[in-house]
C-alpha cells in the first residue's frame, strides 16, 4: 500500500483541499450510533442505507461532498453513487484520518 499511497494520495490531498477552500460538505456515512461515538465537527451523519433519499437534499446545497465512514468502504460506496447523480465528491476514507487532512 505504500507505493500506492505514494503514486496517488497527494492527489486525493489536493483534492481534499481543494474541496475544503470552496466550502465543501463533509457527510458521514456511518450509523448514527458510530457517530455519535465521535465525528467530524461540522460534518453531517447521513448512513449509507440513507444517501439515495437524500440526494436532493445534498444537490440543493450546491456545494462539493467529502464522504467519510470508518475505514473508507461504505464512504467509497457513498461517493459512487453521489457521483453517479451528478454531484461533485471525493472519498474522504475514514473519519478519523479526514479529520487530521482537513486541519492542514
Same mark, same amino acid.
Not at 60 to 64: F, M, S, W
Not at 74 to 80: D, K, L, V, Y
Given at each position: 500500500? =505504500?507505493? &500506492?499511497? &505514494?503514486? &496517488? =494520495? $497527494?492527489?486525493?490531498?489536493?483534492?481534499?483541499?481543494? &474541496?475544503?477552500t470552496r466550502g465543501a460538505i463533509v457527510i458521514d456515512v456511518r450509523t448514527q450510533g458510530e457517530y455519535?461515538? #465521535?465525528?467530524?465537527?461540522g460534518s453531517k451523519n447521513i448512513p449509507l442505507q440513507n444517501i439515495n433519499s437524500q440526494i436532493?437534499?445534498?444537490k440543493? @446545497?450546491?456545494?462539493?461532498v467529502i464522504t467519510c465512514c470508518a475505514s473508507g468502504m461504505? $464512504? #467509497? +460506496?457513498?461517493?459512487?453513487i453521489l457521483k453517479s447523480n451528478g454531484i461533485e465528491v471525493?472519498? #474522504? #476514507? =475514514?473519519? @478519523? +484520518?479526514?479529520?487530521?487532512?482537513?486541519?492542514?
Open positions: 500500500m =505504500g507505493i &500506492f499511497s &505514494f503514486l &496517488f =494520495g $497527494s492527489k486525493k490531498q489536493d483534492k481534499i483541499k481543494d &474541496f475544503k455519535t461515538q #465521535g465525528a467530524i465537527p436532493k437534499e445534498i440543493k @446545497h450546491n456545494k462539493p461504505r $464512504s #467509497g +460506496s457513498a461517493a459512487a471525493v472519498n #474522504g #476514507g =475514514g473519519w @478519523h +484520518s479526514l479529520y487530521k487532512k482537513l486541519e492542514l
